[in-house]
T-cell receptor, first 107, second 111 residues
Framework: KNEVEQSPQNLTAQEGEFITINCSYS?????LHWLQQHPGGGIVSLFM???GKKKHGRLIATINIQEKHSSLHITASHPRDSAVYIC?????????FGTGTRLQVFP | EAGVVQSPRYKIIEKKQPVAFWCNPI?????LYWYRQNLGQGPELLIR????????DSQLPKDRFSAERLKGVDSTLKIQPAELGDSAVYLC?????????FGPGTRLTVL
């Protein structure tokens, strides 16, 4: 069992749909990261959070420390949101990565 | 401010050949990471540096992989000799206040 698990592994959506990606972790963390990776591209940090909720544009990230669970929401999804979204837990000076959720948004 | 710079972006070599990757972290970031990312998987840590010291290299296959960070700034990762299974994207990241910033990666193909 991975220390950081994401669901779903693959997700398709129509443009405009509300999207949720879930992340559960089993280790103690000081922070949790949501990362975005476009095909052939590097990794971009979307959020780093240790409690509560953060919002940036159409993206919202929440974390429940007691339940060891985080979610990434995308409102009004757009084809340019198509990418792999990776959850990563920051534990004792290193990131433990989930395997990612591949999102495809169709026009 | 420039981000993490890596070169080359792509490298194709034959097995048993050596290969080297270079990383220039964000200025002022003392912590540097090298990761390997296989297709369809998340990145796996190879080595972590604090300044010029390798503080976690437990996942680095030391029989063929080596890394250095002279003067605590730029870093190089070397594979000698490369094997078919080394084909992957090699990512460098630097860190500030628990947040990591990733470079574009080097996509290595070993034929």
């Amino acid at each position: 069992k991975n220390e950081v698990e994401q669901s779903p592994q693959n997700l398709t959506a129509q443009e405009g749909e509300f999207i949720t990606i879930n992340c559960s972790y089993s280790v103690g963390i000081s922070a949790l990261h949501w990362l975005q990776q476009h095909p052939g591209g590097g990794i971009v940090s979307l959020f780093m959070l240790s409690s509560g909720k953060k919002k940036h544009g159409r993206l919202i990230a929440t974390i429940n420390i007691q339940e060891k669970h985080s979610s990434l929401h995308i409102t009004a999804s757009h084809p340019r949101d198509s990418a792999v979204y990776i959850c990563a837990a920051y534990n004792t000076d290193k990131l433990i990565f989930g395997t990612g959720t591949r999102l495809q948004v169709f026009p | 401010e420039a981000g993490v710079v890596q070169s080359p972006r792509y490298k194709i070599i034959e097995k048993k050949q050596p290969v080297a990757f270079w990383c220039n972290p964000i200025s002022g970031h003392n912590t540097l990471y090298w990761y390997r990312q296989n297709l369809g998987q998340g990145p796996e840590l190879l080595i972590r540096y604090e300044n010029e010291e390798a503080v976690d290299d437990s996942q680095l296959p030391k029989d063929r992989f080596s890394a250095e960070r002279l003067k605590g700034v730029d870093s190089t990762l070397k594979i000698q000799p490369a094997e078919l299974g080394d084909s992957a994207v090699y990512l460098c990241a630097s860190q500030s206040y628990n947040e990591q910033f990733f470079g574009p990666g080097t996509r290595l193909t070993v034929l």
